[in-house]
């Protein structure tokens, strides 16, 4: 049973596309993230979100935007893909803020975008 | 400045041998720490909180030093399933969510 599954696993594409990654969580997590990690292995939060909030990191730019259909699902939308967008992508979740001192978070298995 | 400071390494050492990672945080408001593990081409998994107090699981022990912004992991008898990256990770708690911060990573290879 997978805790946090996202799809697809790789994604190639071209330039000025746009694309989808999904993620979903069957562990009953109230938060969801996403996560990206370049080439230098450096891992970076982008968006935190629970049914209430949507936090974003100043430095994501505009053209990525997650997408919860419901508590269980956080999907990433991505338009106008450029070279730099080339990482993998980890979707993660946790039990919400306060429900615990340490709120692990669980990872997805990454998905790995490459843009031409 | 990075926001968490890690020695890239790689630390090479022989089976059974006791290896340490350091790590620094900047932001004196972070309140949870952790260290995370991550195999090649896999997700990062916890592998252990860290608390004040310090705290040991099995042959791995981990420090907090919350004066000097300074984290540590100890690995002892170190088996060839240990090499893997070991990411220092921090949680600044804020009322919008639960925004962890990674280190760079601190790559382990151990040898036969």
């Known amino acids: 049973d997978t805790a946090v599954s996202q799809t697809p696993k790789y994604l190639v594409t071209q330039m000025g596309n746009d694309k989808s990654i999904k993620c979903e969580q069957n562990l009953g997590h109230d938060t969801m993230y996403w996560y990206k990690q370049d080439s230098k292995k450096f891992l970076k939060i982008m968006f935190s979100?629970?049914?209430?909030?949507?936090?974003i990191n100043e430095t994501v730019p505009n053209r990525f935007s997650p997408k919860s259909p419901d508590k269980a699902h956080l999907n990433l939308h991505i338009n106008s893909l450029e070279l730099g967008d080339s990482a993998v992508y980890f979707c993660?979740?946790?039990?919400?803020?306060?429900?615990?001192?340490?709120?692990?978070?669980?990872f997805g298995p990454g998905t790995r975008l490459t843009v031409t | 400045r990075k926001e968490v400071e890690q020695d890239p390494g790689p630390f090479n050492v022989p089976e059974g041998a006791t290896v340490a990672f350091n790590c620094t945080y900047s932001n004196s408001a972070s309140q949870s720490f952790f260290w995370y593990r991550q195999d090649c081409r896999k997700e990062p998994k916890l592998l252990m909180s860290?608390?004040?107090s310090g705290n040991e699981d099995g042959r791995f022990t981990a420090q907090l030093n919350r004066a000097s912004q300074y984290i540590s992991l100890l690995i002892r008898d170190s088996k060839l399933s240990d090499s893997a990256t070991y990411l220092c990770?921090?949680?600044?708690?804020?009322?919008?969510?639960?925004?962890?911060?990674f280190g760079g990573g601190t790559r382990l290879m151990v040898k036969p």
């Open positions: 979100y629970n049914n209430k909030e949507l936090i």
């Open positions: 993660a979740s946790s039990r919400r803020v306060g429900q615990g001192a340490f709120n692990e978070q669980y």
């Open positions: 990770v921090v949680n600044m708690l804020n009322n919008a969510g639960n925004m962890l911060t």
């Open positions: 860290v608390y004040s």
